[in-house]
């Protein structure tokens, strides 16, 4: 699997468990609504960790408990 699709993944599933849409993430997360959209979208082909930073912070989970996850197991890389 490609990071920017796990990271998707990954996104799309931490909203459904809190039950907000990935234009209330963006406002949570103090990031843009085209930036959380390209990050579910897959457009952002290398997500910026500092991004996935922010995420973590405005959810209240810790980036170790974000990338330890089965989709992340096999990455492939994309450049």
């Known amino acids: ?3 920017s699709s796990a990271v998707s993944k990954k996104i799309l599933k931490i909203c459904a468990e809190k039950d907000i849409t ?3 993430l963006a406002s949570i997360c103090c990031l843009t609504q085209s930036t959380v959209q ?3 979208n897959g457009k ?3 997500p910026k960790l500092l991004t996935i930073i922010r995420i973590c912070e ?3 989970i810790d980036l170790k ?3 330890d996850d089965e ?3 096999t990455i492939e ?3």
């Open 65 to 67: 408990d974000f990338f």
């Open 1 to 3: 699997m490609r990071l």
């Open 44 to 46: 952002s082909r290398n």
């Open 22 to 24: 990935p234009n209330r």
């Open 38 to 40: 390209n990050l579910v």
């Open 77 to 79: 890389r994309e450049d």
């Open 58 to 60: 405005g959810l209240n």
């Open 71 to 73: 989709l992340f197991a």
